[in-house]
């Protein structure tokens, strides 16, 4: 896959909002693969038919429990970005107050401390590799 690389002008509420949104964008594909993986998974497999053990019914769950608890983690990281752009827009796109907000601190699984970092950093930007699942 090839890798998409950003200039982050830090403070800049627009660069945030892109770097955000391209993540976002990063967990939809990355649970629209998950499930396809499981419906090839399901389509592919016959637990009833005749030579099928207990052992590969084992497997067959393990698999699809492994793909669910992927897409649980897609779905969070979602569920995170969401709401650290809503707390950038509760303090009025002020990237900074977000990452001080101690309120904020104790509800999100968010890294802030490196997002505090950044935001303190000297530059003015700063490159970001992302890679594209």
Sequence with gaps: ???????V??????????????????ACRQLNEIQNEINKLTNSTNLGADGVTMDDKSRYAKAIHDYLGDKGKAIAAKFEIAKFMGEIVKHNGDAKATVNDKNFQKRTALNLNDIRA????EDDSETYNLKKN
């Design 9 to 26: 002008r830090l403070n800049s509420t627009e660069k945030i909002e892109e770097l955000l949104q391209e993540i976002y964008d990063q």
């Design 1 to 7: 896959m090839e890798t998409k690389r950003y200039k």
């Design 118 to 121: 950044a935001l303190n950093d």
